[in-house]
């Protein structure tokens, strides 16, 4: 996971955050109750931090990838949230604030930085990012949703509502899934690239609402560290 590309599962999570509206388009009293949890939870999520476990699967090689970290997540009104996920084996930390991403990798003392915005143009990358700039208007307008199962579990026995959300036009993936919880939190996403592969993230030991500092998206960069391109 060389390139942005490895952002892709949770940038996809990431857009059910910021657009939980996009549920909008399933059918029946489910539709209505996803809606209203997933916009209640929208509305009184202020931060988040969580342990994060990211599956990478290869298809032609019918390989799989597992790194685990832990992410921290806040919301900003009218701009991209601030995003930090630090990975273990190999250590890698992956950040947004203000409009930019940065990918610091220690071992290799390098790192990657460009604009959000800039970053949707640039294939799975732009895939990835450009949910982070769609408003729940957009999310909407774009995506075909459909209810898979009303009770799925996940791995600690969580209950979810198992969704499967299809790009109406063109793009670098075939479709995402999204597994919901009773409160109305994602707790699982699943992104299926063109090819087969796919990326699924996982959270766990979810804590809500709590004080983190802003400073903390702020990747300081050891003298030394060289910028190389995505």
Known sequence: MSNLKRYLGFAALLFVFIGGAAASEASGQLKNTILSRMDAHNKALQSLRADVTMVKENTQLRVKD??????????????????????????????????TYIIYRPRLQQYITGSTKQAKGKGTAGGALAFMNMSRAELRKNFEVVILSENASLSGGVSTIHLKLTPKTKTSYQYAEVWVDSDGMPRQSKVVENNGDS?????????????????TFQVKLPPGTKRVDA
Not at 69 to 88: A, E, H, M, T
Not at 202 to 213: F, G, H, S
């Open 66 to 99: 597992t790194t685990e970290g832990k992410v921290l997540y806040v919301p900003q009104r009218n701009s991209d949230p601030l995003v930090r996920i630090d990975w273990r084996s190999p250590d890698e930390t992956f950040a947004v604030a203000k409009g």
């Open 199 to 215: 990326t699924t993230i996982l959270l766990k030991n979810l804590e809500k609402n709590i004080t983190i500092d802003r400073s």
